[in-house]
């Protein structure tokens, strides 16, 4: 089945008792038994499986071209599962722009453990190839990134990896380019994460994470992580994650769109000093964003000639984007990462110009979030 139509169906059959289209929500704990050992279709209690997490799940697997699924309360408790597979000792190699969550948990929080990190510029691929060492178990990428929406080759770190003698998992957060932008299995990667509380979801009301993969030992090992910590999403976010899905590829179609008009009209502003977008012409991996995702997406980033104080007035004075957190969202949002949320990054070597401003392009009409931007930046 094509994309759109995978969206729309994957994992989600009709019910079988009674015919239902939509997939229920099971808002069951536990589940009666058949005998000692003997639960019906593999359902003994929810923490394990539910019903509309496993719908989720087979649905993502089929969005990413996987071969199963997990779904978790958070994006970051999907992140936090992964690493729980290392032991300490090991060694991370990461992007140098990555999500301010991401770099909290694994230098703040992580460290403490035994765990080594890197954190290397991962769009040149020769120079993460120099990051790697003996005790290398995992590459963790983000493709864009967040703010800074580089772009890495995930095929050549791919190779790379793949070559090097230990054979690290090659992660990829999908996040901001979603299955519908690019699939990293496809591309090589070992494991897909996302944080579902955004482009997946798409609504700003729920929030969940998830981890995607082909290698059937992996997804074991990674399910009885799931079951052993426990940071499950509930039946009810993941009925509305499902229902979120279904639209993915038109919101998608519809974000990009908008922000192509947007970065148009950015590009002319005197008071911005540098734009950032993956399919614009000014970004230096523009040629590989364009053989790797369907479009450019809905994220664009932009530094203001004024530095922090312009970039705080421009956030504060618009009307139809909303100054907040997260993205992703059928709505636009507008924030300043250095100030907001990637406040943990602040005095480390990721940290953030406090200039830079950070969009999330919603699907309303373009010309009015086009007099908005023009408004709060004259």
């Known amino acids: 089945m094509k994309f759109e139509t995978l969206a729309i169906h994957a994992g989600q059959e009709p019910d079988p008792n009674n015919g239902a289209v939509m997939t229920p929500v099971y808002l069951t704990s536990t589940y009666m038994q058949d005998g000692i050992g003997k639960p019906r279709q593999g359902y003994e209690y929810s923490r394990t499986l539910n019903p509309t997490r496993k719908a989720l799940q087979d649905c993502l697997a089929g969005l990413e071209n996987g071969t199963w699924g997990l779904g978790f309360a958070s994006g970051m408790a999907a992140t936090d599962t992964v690493l729980r597979m290392l032991a300490s000792g090991d060694h991370v190699v990461a992007g140098n722009d990555v999500y301010g969550g991401t770099f909290r948990l694994f230098d703040k929080v992580l460290r403490r453990f035994g765990l080594d990190f890197t954190f290397a510029d991962t769009t040149d691929p020769e120079n993460l190839a120099e990051a790697l060492t003996p005790s290398t178990r995992i590459v963790w990428l983000e493709t864009p990134t967040n703010p800074l929406l580089a772009v890495t080759d995930i095929r050549a770190v791919a190779e790379i990896v793949k070559a090097h ?17 690019q699939r990293p299995l496809e591309l090589g990667a070992d494991l897909v994460v996302h944080s579902m509380t955004k482009y997946l979801g798409g ?18 090992k990674l399910a009885y992580l799931q079951n052993a910590i426990g940071a499950v999403i509930g039946p009810m976010d993941s009925f509305l994650v499902l229902r979120g899905i279904k639209t993915l590829p038109i919101r998608m179609d519809r974000h990009a769109a908008n922000a192509e008009k947007i970065v148009a009209f950015l590009e002319k502003q005197k008071n911005v000093k540098r734009l950032i977008y993956p399919f614009h012409e000014s970004h230096p991996q523009v040629t590989v964003a364009k053989r790797q995702m369907r479009n450019g997406g809905g994220m ?4 203001m000639k004024g530095g922090r104080d312009e970039a705080v007035r421009v956030a504060e004075s618009t009307n ?7 993205l992703g969202g ?3 949002l507008i924030e300043v990462p250095a100030a907001m949320t990637h406040l943990s990054v602040v005095g480390s070597a990721l940290e953030v110009d406090p200039g830079l401003i950070r969009l999330s ?16 930046l004259k």
């Open 165 to 181: 003698p230990n054979k690290p998992l090659l992660v990829v957060d999908n996040t901001f380019a979603t299955p519908y932008l």
């Open 203 to 220: 609504h700003s009301d729920v929030v969940g994470g998830a981890i995607v993969g082909k290698n059937k030992e992996l997804g074991e």
């Open 300 to 303: 664009i980033s932009f530094v």
């Open 320 to 326: 139809i984007f909303t100054l907040a957190e997260s």
């Open 330 to 332: 059928v709505e636009s």
């Open 361 to 376: 392009v919603g699907i309303e009409n373009v010309d009015d979030l086009l007099a908005d931007l023009e408004q709060a």
